[in-house]
């Protein structure tokens, strides 16, 4: 079975641009979940959805949003890109919301100039 | 405010000696502590976890274990071996709603042979 997809792996923008960064859940699993990872950081939450629906969000600002696809994919988009939005964007799919078995993917590094 | 603190950023050990990994958190609300495993150019593996109501969890090299009174949490990895050498993360999350992973800045181990 396929692990958590997310794309693109790398990419580079530059301030003031507005990123989408994708995955795709384990097949079977319902929730996806946004991380931020910050370098010499731990990941931070950013979002989680269930069933298209959002059912948290972290201390972000509203540049950030996300929705969930029908199929259980998901979209992450940040606006106005600053420089401080460099990080690894991880994702992190479950199957039902309030439980803890997350899976990671790999993680887009974004890298804002 | 960081509610899990790993104050420690880096250990090494010598290979089959036995890894303490430390952490310590501020909330009294957390349900589940959690320690994930990374990898350079992967995203968090899940590792072992112990929930709020045990003080031990055992799985095969590693053992977790949590002292409450003091908001306390220690991974021992016993015998050490090279490929553990990687970051470790130690998390926790609450139940239902508050199921979003808090996670510390992570621990790089370093297994000598």
């Known amino acids: 079975d396929a692990g958590v997809t997310q794309s693109p792996t790398h990419l580079i923008k530059t301030r003031g641009q507005h990123v989408t960064l994708r995955c795709s859940p384990i097949?079977?699993?319902?929730?996806v979940s946004w991380y931020q990872q910050v370098l010499g950081q731990g990941p931070q939450f950013i979002f989680q959805?269930?069933?298209?629906?959002?059912?948290g969000r972290g201390n972000f600002p509203d540049r950030f949003s996300a929705r969930q696809f029908p199929n259980y994919s998901s979209e992450l988009n940040v606006n106005a890109l600053l420089l401080g939005d460099s990080a690894l964007y991880l994702c992190?799919?479950?199957?039902?919301?309030?439980?803890?078995?997350?899976?990671f993917g790999s993680g887009t590094r974004l890298t804002v100039v | 405010d960081q509610q899990v603190k790993q104050n420690s950023p880096s250990l090494s050990v010598q290979e089959g000696r036995i890894s303490i990994l430390n952490c310590d958190y501020t909330?009294?609300?957390?349900?589940?502590f959690l320690w994930y495993k990374k990898y350079p150019a992967e995203g968090p593996t899940f590792l072992i976890s112990?929930?709020?109501?045990?003080d031990k969890n055992e799985d095969g090299r590693f053992t977790v274990f949590l002292n409450k009174s003091a908001k306390h949490l220690s991974l021992h990895i016993v015998p050490s071996q090279p490929g553990d050498s990687a970051v470790y993360f130690c998390a926790a999350s609450g139940l239902g709603a508050n199921s979003k992973l808090t996670f510390g800045k992570g621990i790089t181990l370093s297994v000598r042979p």
């Open positions: 909330n009294s609300m957390f349900d589940y």
């Open positions: 112990i929930s709020s109501i045990k």
């Open positions: 992190a799919s479950s199957r039902e919301t309030g439980i803890w078995g997350y899976t």
């Open positions: 959805y269930y069933e298209k629906e959002e059912r």
């Open positions: 097949s079977g699993h319902k929730s």
